[in-house]
């Protein structure tokens, strides 16, 4: 079974800063998916950015951006010129490439609560 | 338009009740989830469904029960609840069941059982 990391709780950047949000998982699948989610507190659950695992390219989208090592297992998403907007917990996810009966889930880490300080 | 939209968006019962959430997505997709996320916010699969019938049924207490009457339509149906079953529930949709398809969440609902 896969699984997803996120051994940071809580992080905190001031607003203009950069910061890195960390992710690994677990998997012996080639082929597979990963995301990070967004989650304000209006709770609504939101996509970032995704990364296939066949591309070696990294996803970028706007002012986000992931740092995928695909050997290392490691997922990590770098948010640039930090916003007040930006303050939510946010989630490493992983879905099989494969569609069988289980292969469809997302698997998430546990989050990590971003503060965005003036 | 709302993509994917839950009833109701906050439910607060008594231990012991039986409830319903429903969730409906317009956006023509095949594949349905519920996925719960309990008070230290972790998010976790439940059940899903491919074209009305069920795919994925995870180490869920069989108190709970989804409904899909249709393939617009997934609801969830908790017998005798308890306080354990205080969370948050989410309904997402996706095209179909692969790994590339993106799932649309809802708006989620808050059960507090009491």
């Known amino acids: 079974a896969q699984t997803v990391t996120q051994s940071q709780p809580e992080m905190s950047v001031q607003e203009a800063e950069t910061v890195t949000l960390s992710c690994t998982y677990d998997?012996?699948?080639?082929?597979?998916?990963l995301f990070w989610y967004k989650q304000p507190p209006s709770r609504q659950m939101i996509l970032v950015i995704r990364?296939?695992?066949?591309?070696?390219q990294n996803a970028t989208e706007n002012r986000f951006s992931v740092n995928f090592q695909k050997a290392a297992k490691s997922f990590s998403l770098k948010i640039s010129d930090s916003q007040l907007g930006d303050a939510a917990m946010y989630f490493c996810a992983y879905r099989s490439h494969r569609f069988t009966g289980t292969a469809s889930k997302l698997t998430f880490g546990t989050g990590t609560r971003l503060q965005v300080t003036l | 338009d709302t993509a994917v939209s839950q009833t109701p968006k906050y439910l607060v019962t008594q231990m012991g009740n039986d409830k319903s959430i429903k969730c409906e997505q317009n956006?023509?997709?095949?594949?349905m989830y519920w996925y719960k996320q309990d008070s230290k916010k972790f998010l976790k699969i439940m059940f899903s469904y491919n074209n009305k019938e069920l795919i994925i049924n995870e180490t869920v207490p069989n108190r709970f029960s989804p409904k899909s009457p249709d393939k617009a339509h997934l609801n969830l149906h908790i017998n005798s609840l308890e306080l354990g079953d205080s969370a948050v529930y989410f309904c997402?949709?996706?095209?179909?069941?692969?790994?590339?398809?993106?799932?649309?969440f809802g708006p989620g609902t808050r059960l507090t059982v009491t």
């Open positions: 956006l023509g997709h095949d594949t």
């Open positions: 997402a949709s996706s095209q179909g069941g692969l790994g590339s398809d993106e799932q649309y």
């Open positions: 998997t012996s699948e080639s082929d597979y998916y």
């Open positions: 990364q296939e695992a066949y591309k070696q």
